[in-house]
């Protein structure tokens, strides 16, 4: 199906599954541990051995020997293979450092050797047991805010319209601060894993974490020179992503290595200390904005200029993503610079981009809406903007942001919220109010799907998957929906490299582009039944096809129809800016002796077009929100300097939130509709709920102590001496 | 983790004649800490003698009106005890601050004292570190290390780990006394105060306790009385050790004691730092951090101390 014009209306708008709320269908499997995760694959793999990495030592360097004699002898061990013992593997879709093979070390943790073993402690014993040899690499400058003042001003803007310049040096208020976000973690609770089978050396199956079927699929492929065709891939539940598992990790390949050198199927899941510098991060940005504003509020300029690191060949957080769209403004100019670092491989994570840009630029916002002594929800809505502020003639395909503002305050009690440093106080805290506008694109992909009335079920193939997300849910409402049957006939079948390639989950573009794969299919279906039967355009309804005075029941027809098709996306959607807006509101307690800071109530108002299903939208918006609080208070990757690693790397010291830091949460949805953006004129709602939700922290946290803070995560450390004396 | 050999006595003197016998044997709690290590390779027990056998996981009352605890009675256990929420309420709140309920429902007194640092170098066999491998230098110490966790005072040059415990810096303030048998059979008491060592030049040695001695139980003296209170200070709500904790015991007149904990080696508390309580949060700390040696990332501590005592001062 090709998407080429904007939808009017269509069956969705009479819509009886789609849109109403739904537990997920997977979830009995869950909670009752019956889920196989790739690392449980007993129904599939039984035999499977225990794989076991060994991650360098150093920041970067070389290997000069490694003696793996004794890991080799010890009890229960079947294999040992070490990256010397193979040239460096090809790499795949975007991985920037090699996943193994050869003598360099690029960063801390880089798998250099794998041990396969009869149990678990056997294996992890063994590796250990083998002895390596470094010559370490020069010490690097990893000082990022050095690295950010040497090309600060250099190369050609990525946007750059109107006279800046004049627009600085002609407005009557004019904001200028530096802001600095760390490297995150993805942190998801089932570390990367992968059950192998390569026992021949042959065809290969692999029960993997993996957000994206095809990508991997085609990436081990080219990692390990070997036909596509015999390789099977299947990831049907994903203990968490956050973008960790777009691509192919070391998991898959040890365990593939392993499998092969043992002649049995080998598991291997990363240690969680090897997760933070083995895979990839977030990187840390500096960012300078410099915002420019005329006294009615209105923006003159914004010039947003920022930096971050990554391994030569790799991408590092583009923390502008957002700023040449998301507001108003007669002038602009964006600048990312993308410095090269020996450091552990930086990559996407939730919301890439917008979700460190806005932690800078909604700050930034916050100060000039008080130099201009406006209320900062007044000044957002005045610098709303319905076309690309960079190319006029592109207007948004739908955006509801001032509606979110309004909703939002309204909803919060912003017009009672604290006014002044110190104005409201609980005890020894003190309370403060915040906001921040949350946007995020709306990427679509395509993405296909197979259909099949067997029986008067019907079953979905496709190789969609669920990384905690609720795809087995939406698209089982989509189809359900499509074919005018219920939710309880349909079976879902993902997450396989056998069944039509999707979009796969990521960018918030699953769930958009996945459903609209999905509904192809069962229109090509309903076309087929319709021929088969020889019905002028039938109607679906209620387990039937009806066409004039012909009423058939689906499930009396007796043979298998199966139909096959895509969502492909026209060039119509380049006229048009699309994306999903927001607006966040928190109350955060200061304690004013302590500086400990503890958020105790938010509110997130999405636009985000058709929302599919509230249940499974909630959560994923929730989900945004807690990771925001993490973002706002605790998380950092540690980077020691010296040695070029992250030193915490574990889950007792990367502080994600927990549950006692997270308050009431509330989510409203507008009841938005984008007919540009997709058939079920849907988009995606996963990223947009992190996005602007750590500087709405920020703000309120000001607003508590009037005590600006630049520098995530806003830990006591970096204002103590600030706060109140005592 | 390394093989090793295992065995459960039954009672406390064939405990310690076992590990008087076999060489590198290490006792066993809840194994909430000594596990991991096992798992890293930080420890490599050869034979582990598992005490959880052995009794001992009772609170009795003494002779004086204080109160013995097994060292097997859990965390858990002990801070819900009525006597020790009645009367030593600076305990029930340490231990309730420190770790998860999971984590407490297996975490025991002996192996919560006892406990090992949570330096994130000590953790990552990678790295140096002069606790783990005497002799290899200080991980923590070198230029750009992380080191933000990590102690302020009673460092050395060779270490500057905390100790992490939450409940340690409770007893400490309640002058609790730890009773132990020797690997020769001999009972012995250790006043808690005593039980930690400062690194100094040899960070590998840890405490007082000889090898292969077992704590049979932690004595309090009679209640103290006064005000009490524990704050600890973290970066998220829970599940997070103390960027800096404070244990306070204030009496009417506003005397009293208070013990710190996340700055140094050792439950840190000086009784000359005690005396200046009625003068208040500065006065108390410019005695007890007299002598800080903190690191560019740690040094927030010293404020954050005393800006916490004085909270609590004003509420006591
Ligand atoms: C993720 C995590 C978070 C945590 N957070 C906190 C926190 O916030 N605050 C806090 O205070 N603690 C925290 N802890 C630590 C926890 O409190 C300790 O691990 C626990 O108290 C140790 O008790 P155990 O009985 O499990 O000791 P074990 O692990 O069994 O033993 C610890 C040590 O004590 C020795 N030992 C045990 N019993 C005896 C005995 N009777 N005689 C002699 N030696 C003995 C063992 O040989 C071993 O060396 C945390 C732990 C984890 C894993
Ligand atoms: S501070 Fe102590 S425990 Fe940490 S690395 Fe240095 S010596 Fe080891």
Same mark, same amino acid.
């Given at each position: 199906m090709k998407f080429n014009s904007p939808v009017e209306t269509n069956l969705f708008d009479d819509a009886k599954i789609i849109g109403k709320p739904t537990q997920r269908v997977d979830g009995p499997l869950k909670v009752t541990g019956t889920a196989p995760y790739a690392y449980e694959r007993n129904d599939a793999a039984p035999d499977a051995l225990y794989g076991y990495p060994l991650g360098a030592a150093i920041g970067h360097g070389r290997i000069t020997a490694m003696d793996a004699e004794a890991a080799r002898n010890a009890p229960g061990v079947r294999a040992v293979v070490t990256t010397l013992d193979i040239d460096p593997l090809e790499k795949g879709?975007?991985?920037?450092?090699?996943l193994f093979g050869g003598n360099e070390v690029q960063h801390y943790h880089q798998a250099i050797a794998v041990v396969v073993a009869e149990t678990f402690e056997q294996a992890r014993a063994a590796a250990a047991r083998i002895d390596v040899t470094y010559e370490e690499g020069e010490a690097a400058d990893l000082d990022l805010d050095a690295a950010f003042r040497r090309v #600060?001003?250099?190369? #050609?803007?990525d946007t750059l319209f109107g006279d800046v310049d004049a627009a600085f040096r002609d407005a009557a208020v004019v904001t200028d601060q530096m802001y600095h976000t760390p490297g995150e973690s993805h942190t998801m609770m089932e570390p990367h894993a992968s059950t192998v089978d390569w026992s021949d050396g042959g065809d290969m199956t692999v029960w993997t974490s993996n957000q994206m079927i095809n990508w991997n699929h085609q990436s081990i492929a080219t990692t390990f020179g070997i036909e596509p065709e015999r390789i099977r891939v299947e990831s049907p539940y994903v203990g968490g992503g956050f973008g960790a598992k777009l691509w192919l990790r070391a998991d898959a390949v040890l365990a593939a290595l392993g499998s092969r050198a043992a002649g049995v199927p080998v598991k291997l899941a990363l240690p969680r200390p090897m997760v933070m510098n083995n895979t990839t991060h977030r990187s840390a940005t500096v960012q300078r904005i410099r915002l420019a504003a005329n006294p009615d509020g209105t923006l003159k300029g914004i010039w947003h200029e920022a930096a971050a690191y990554c391994l030569p060949g790799g991408r590092g957080e583009n923390a502008t993503a957002q700023t040449p769209i998301f507001y108003a403004g007669e002038t602009r100019r964006v600048k990312n610079h993308v410095l090269d670092m020996p450091l552990p491989e930086t990559a996407d994570m939730r919301a890439p981009g917008e979700a460190s840009g806005l932690m800078a630029l909604e700050i930034a916002m916050d100060e000039m809406a008080e130099a201009l002594e406006m209320d900062p929800v007044r000044f957002r809505i005045i610098n709303d903007t319905q076309v690309n502020p960079s190319d006029p003639d592109i207007p948004f395909s739908d955006r509801h942001f001032v509606e979110c503002l309004e909703r939002g305050a309204e909803a919060f009690g912003w017009a009672e919220r604290?006014?002044?440093?110190?104005?409201?106080? !609980?005890g020894d805290w003190l309370i403060g109010h915040g906001v921040a506008g949350a946007y995020r694109g709306a990427l679509v992909l395509p993405s296909g799907a197979r259909a099949i009335l067997d029986g008067g079920k019907l079953i979905i193939e496709t190789d969609m998957t669920d990384i905690g997300t609720g795809s087995y849910t939406i698209i089982a409402q989509t189809a359900a929906e499509t074919m005018g049957m219920s939710l309880d006939d349909v079976e879902m079948r993902m997450a396989?490299?056998?069944y039509p390639v999707s979009s796969g989950s990521g960018g918030q573009f699953g769930a958009p582009s996945s459903t609209s794969g999905v509904y192809a299919a069962c229109m090509a279906l309903r076309e087929k039944i319709a021929g088969n039967l020889g019905l002028q355009d039938p109607t679906f309804a209620d387990g039937n096809v009806v066409s004039g005075e012909t009423r058939m029941s689906l499930s009396d027809i007796n043979e298998e129809v199966s139909a096959e098709d895509a969502i492909e996306w026209g060039d119509f959607q380049d006229g048009y800016a699309m994306g999903t807006f927001g607006a966040h509101f928190v109350e955060v307690g200061v304690h004013a002796y302590t500086g400990e800071t503890r958020v105790r109530r938010m509110l997130a108002v999405c636009d985000a077009g058709r929302i599919l299903n509230p249940v499974t939208a909630r959560s994923q918006v929730i989900g945004g929100m807690v990771m925001g609080v993490g973002a706002a208070l605790s998380e950092d990757m540690a980077l020691d300097r010296g040695r070029g690693f992250f030193a915490n790397h574990d889950m007792a010291s990367y502080e994600v939130a927990v549950h006692a830091d997270i308050p009431d949460q509330q989510v409203i949805f507008l009841d938005t509709l984008d007919g540009v953006a997709t058939p079920l004129k849907a988009k995606g709602v996963g990223e947009l709920g992190l996005c602007g939700a750590a500087p709405a922290v920020a703000n309120a946290m000001y607003n508590a102590t009037g005590i600006r803070v630049r520098d995530y995560p806003l830990t006591m450390d970096k204002f103590i001496d600030q706060l109140p004396s005592i | 983790m390394r093989a090793f050999s295992y065995e459960k006595p039954a009672n406390p003197s064939e405990a310690v004649a076992r590990a008087a016998e076999v060489e590198g044997a290490k006792f066993l709690a809840g194994g909430t800490n000594l596990l991991d290590l096992m798992k890293h390779e930080i420890e490599a027990p050869a034979h582990v003698i598992d005490v959880n056998g052995l009794g001992l996981d009772e609170v009795t009352e003494t002779e004086d009106g204080g109160l013995r605890i097994g060292t097997l009675v859990t965390n858990t256990a002990l801070s819900a005890h009525p006597r020790i929420r009645r009367d030593y309420p600076v305990l029930t709140r340490a231990i309730a601050a420190g770790a998860t309920g999971q984590l407490r429902n297996k975490a025991t007194t002996g192996g919560n004292l006892l406990q090992r640092t949570r330096c994130p170098y000590f953790f990552d066999t990678n790295m140096p570190c002069n606790k783990r491998s005497p002799g290899s230098g200080c991980g923590a110490l070198t230029e750009g290390a992380f080191s933000r966790q990590l102690g302020v005072i009673g460092t050395s040059s060779s270490c500057i780990a905390t100790h992490p415990s939450d409940m340690a810096v409770a007893m400490r303030v309640l002058d609790a006394i730890v009773e132990t048998v020797t690997p020769s059979g001999m009972t012995r008491e250790i006043a808690v105060e005593d039980l930690h060592l400062l690194p100094g030049d040899t960070p590998e040695r840890e405490t007082a306790l000889m090898p292969g001695e077992l704590i049979t139980h932690v004595r309090l003296p009679a209640p103290v009385g006064g005000t009490q209170a524990y704050h600890k200070v973290r !970066?998220?709500?829970?599940y997070a050790f103390a960027l800096v904790s404070v244990a306070l015991v204030r009496q009417a007149d506003g005397t009293g004691r208070v013990a710190l904990g996340g700055v140094a080696p050792k439950p840190w508390r000086r009784a000359d730092a005690d005396a200046q309580l009625p003068n208040g949060a500065a006065a108390v700390m410019s005695v007890l951090l007299d002598g800080a040696t903190p690191t560019e990332e740690n040094a927030f501590k010293l404020t954050l101390a005393e800006r916490t005592l004085a909270a609590m001062l004003k509420e006591a």
């Open positions: 879709m975007n991985n920037v450092a090699r #600060e001003g250099s190369g #050609e803007p604290n006014t002044s440093a110190g104005g409201r106080r !609980d396989h490299s056998a | !970066d998220r709500a829970s």
